[in-house]
């Protein structure tokens, strides 16, 4: 079987999910640095979509180091597959997340200058957490076209 960037139990996995808990971990940073965020439910969801995220890449992360240390391969069809339905799983609920709290933002600071009169709500703050769920997203969808590509030559 042909090595694929970002495999499971590879070096460049290991550095795909650690980049992908590491964004995830950043949006959450950021957006809860505020205590404004709560009151959005979008907000809230989008806490809750990158705190799955974190926890699913970290935990794979952690099974990378351990296949890498043992030597063990980690790409048979019964793993590849829970890899994969996984991946997309969080793939979507990380889009999602990220779609409908970019949604709120553009509204309030573009269409509603609700950002201007408020000018205690901090909407940079909020896009830069955006932003960095949407990188996080990317991430994710890359391991996740990986795994499907994996999957698929079994």
């Known amino acids: ?34 205590s404004g965020f709560s009151t959005y439910t979008a907000f809230c969801y989008l806490i809750a979509s990158m705190g799955l995220q974190l926890l699913w890449s970290f935990g794979l992360a952690c099974l990378d180091v351990y296949a890498l240390r043992r030597k063990r391969d980690l790409q048979n069809p019964v793993l590849v597959s829970l890899f994969v339905v996984g991946d997309w799983v969080t793939a979507m609920l990380s889009l999602a997340a990220a779609c409908s709290s970019a949604g709120v933002i553009v509204l309030y600071a573009r269409d509603l200058d609700f950002c201007r009169v408020q000018y205690r709500l901090p909407c940079k703050q909020f896009e830069i957490s955006i932003i960095l769920a949407f990188i996080t997203w ?6 996740s076209h990986v795994m499907f590509w994996i999957l698929a030559s079994f």
């Open 1 to 34: 079987m042909k090595e694929l960037i970002g495999s499971p139990g590879t070096v460049s996995g290991l550095t795909l999910r650690i980049t992908q808990s590491a964004f995830a971990a950043a949006s959450i940073a950021v957006m809860v640095s505020d």
């Open 138 to 143: 990317v991430l994710i969808a890359m391991s």
